[in-house]
């Protein structure tokens, strides 16, 4: 369950990132998960609330971009999209590949007021 | 309750500790019990005593962040990079499911190559200081990090750890994570590789079930070769599935138990330190 230590992650950025500024409330936090980061999703929101507890982030939204997969063949340069990290090159079935996108794990944007 | 684990214990963070020492719990991990310090009272309530159209007039700002969420660990880990490499010691985490015998192939390796290369030893465990004192019956320098509830270790534990087992210059540090081919594949630890261990009794489709650790790993070790004959296992499925994964994987065949397979391990072990 290392969601809950993404979870809380996500909570430490957002707490360093209004230590200097004047803000009531956080209304909304933008979070960029790509299909292949590890996390899944049901599991992140089922610990969301118990991470956020009595935090800057108690009462957020949490917007969530989901970035789905690509790869690209290192063999034959074709571009393609990506379920599992595992998936081979769909033209030339090379298992060498780059990860275009789909690793992010990230803190967009907090929207405070 | 525990915001990492969920678990309701007053253990704050991880505990670490030599064998026949006092455990102390160390609060230096993630474990933001957060109590009276600050107290937000949120008291953002609006009454609306007419019926007018809900309309705040504060004004939403957005703050732009675009930070990695695991960067904290990332950074930590750079650091103990920069330590390994200071005193050129090369750091192996490994990483399997329970069981597979990450202890056994470290007590094997350690004993026959003890003489020759100093070793130390990091071990990671939920509960227990059983591996540690397996270790120490070596007479290996060892320190446990008890994790409590959590699943992986994270390379904070391993920073305060260090300075615990304080190693010295040209050894070999042996990182053993706590047993779960899932959460592991995600924090570095600083280590120079990651070695994955899987053995011939756990199913031949393990690498493609979780990927991630496989992805992540440079070397993979499958261990209980002598359990072939009495197992449904065949090897080159394992490696067919893992190649899948991680074409660069370099592979080796072991028995810890028996020795069978221990001498190219140790070669590259030698070779690569």
Known sequence: MHELSVALGIVKIAE???????FERITKIELQIGTLSGIE????????????????????????????????????????????????????????????????????????? | MCGTCGCGSDQKGPIISKPGEHQHPIDAHHHHHHDAEHAHEHSHEHIHESDHEHQHNHQHKVLEIEQDILQNNQMLAARNRGYFEAKNIF??????????????ILERTLADLK???????????????????????????VVQINTGKGCHLESDMV???????DPKNNSILMIENVGNLVCPSMFDLGESKRVV?????????????????????DIC???????????????NHIKKYALQVNPNLVFFEVSATKGTGMDDWYKWLVANK
């Open chain 2, 197 to 217: 261990i899987i053995s011939t009794t756990e199913g031949e489709d393990k690498p493609i079930k979780y990927p991630d650790m496989f992805y992540t790993s």
């Open chain 1, 41 to 113: 999703l049901d599991s992140l929101n089922f610990v969301w609330d118990s991470a956020v507890k009595d935090t800057v982030l108690e009462k957020s939204i949490k917007q969530i971009e989901v970035v789905k997969a690509k790869g690209k063949c290192v063999d034959c340069d074709t571009a393609f999209d990506m379920e599992h990290i595992y998936d081979s090159c769909p033209k030339c079935h090379s298992n060498f590949k780059g990860i275009l996108k789909g690793k992010e794990l990230r803190v967009k944007a907090i929207e405070f007021i």
């Open chain 2, 221 to 235: 070790i499958i261990n209980k070769i002598d359990l072939l004959p009495y197992v449904n296992c065949n090897i």
């Open chain 2, 159 to 165: 920073f305060n750890a260090l300075k615990k087992l």
């Open chain 2, 91 to 104: 750091v192996l985490n490994l990483v399997s499911s329970p069981g597979s015998g990450k202890t056994s």
């Open chain 1, 16 to 22: 360093k990132a209004v230590e200097n500024i004047h």
């Open chain 2, 115 to 141: 003489d020759t290369i100093s070793f130390y030893v990091i071990e990671g465990d939920q509960q227990t200081l059983n591996d540690a004192n397996r270790i120490d019956a070596l007479n290996i320098p």
